[in-house]
């Protein structure tokens, strides 16, 4: 028996299982260039910062304009609250229920776990579905520390979860409160060590890579800031991007100083339009009360 007939009685017999799954290349053709999305990131809201209204009444603004602006849902990435400050939390949630839409939190290390669960939402590492994105969303935050941390167990739920987006083939954001990406002066310098979970999460990121279109974070307050060389050699790899705060921002000047990695000239408070198209990451800077100055796209691998 040849090798080219075995072939063939292997792939009648692929066929005969697949059923009416679409397993015709131009489906698969088409079912990428669908692949749109729309939303926005927030992050660091710090109610209660330095004991002043200022923050709340910040957050009330950015509501409204959330309110205004085009997106199906918005995620924030942590540190709701300054310094755990209980009595915040309430006045956070009335001016989120002014936006109309659905937003998805994680804790950051200002986000005690209890508190943020009590008042927030149970079960702090979720899955948030919107049609073919799925997005992993995963406390990574101590409140006695400024790196990220993940456990044996979080590393184990979400190398099942990256399993099962790739059955479902579904494409995933996870978002972390603190970075992943190794980084030190003239950046912030926290991330997740590799003994405290770094290591294996960037095995799970590189096995499943085609699914992974980017790592999502807050916590430096420096603006948009990103690098994009965790991937293959010429291919587009998977991102990692920190988000502004939407109550403040420095200018580290990171550019200048030749900081691996890219950071948007835009440091006014604000949050990030995010849109999904071509195989296109566009990230569009809002300042609070402004209009949007600073883009980056972000050529994608998966989709
Ligand atoms: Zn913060």
């Known amino acids: 028996m040849t090798n080219t007939t075995s072939r063939r009685l292997f792939l009648s017999a692929a066929a005969a299982t697949a059923g009416t799954v679409l397993v015709h290349p131009q489906a698969l053709a088409a079912d990428d260039s669908s692949r749109q999305a729309k939303f926005i990131v927030i992050s660091d809201t710090h109610l209660g910062h330095k004991d002043q209204p200022t923050a709340e009444a910040q957050w009330k603004q950015t509501a409204a304009e ?3 602006a085009e997106g199906k849902f918005v995620l924030h990435l942590g540190d709701v609250v300054d310094g755990g400050r209980e009595s915040q939390y309430p006045l956070y949630r009335a001016a989120r229920e002014t936006i109309g839409k659905e937003v998805h939190e994680i804790p950051g290390n200002h986000d005690p776990q209890p508190l943020f669960e009590k008042h927030l939402v149970r079960g702090v590492d979720r899955v948030v579905e919107d049609d073919w994105l799925r997005v992993l969303l995963m406390n990574n935050s101590r409140t006695d520390s400024h790196d990220g941390f993940l456990s044996g167990r979080q590393l184990d739920w979400l190398g099942e979860q990256l399993s099962a987006a790739a059955s479902d083939r579904k494409l995933v954001l996870l978002a972390m409160h603190v970075p992943a990406h190794t980084n030190r002066h003239p950046d912030r310098g ?30 430096f307050h420096n603006g948009i800031r990103g690098w994009s060389d965790r991937g293959q050699a010429g291919k587009a790899p998977v991102h990692e991007i920190v988000f502004p705060s939407a109550l403040y921002n420095e200018n580290r000047k990171l550019t200048e100083q030749k900081a691996p990695g890219y950071n948007l000239s835009e440091f006014r408070p604000g949050y990030t339009l995010i849109e999904i198209r071509d195989r296109t990451m566009t990230l569009r800077y809002k300042p609070l009360g402004g209009e949007v100055t600073a883009e980056k796209a972000l050529e994608l691998a998966a989709t």
């Open 66 to 68: 959330l309110a205004k």
């Open 190 to 219: 926290w991330h997740i060590q590799p003994q405290e979970g770094q290591t294996r999460l960037y095995e799970l990121v590189d096995k499943h890579r085609q699914q992974i279109i980017a790592l999502l974070h807050g916590h």
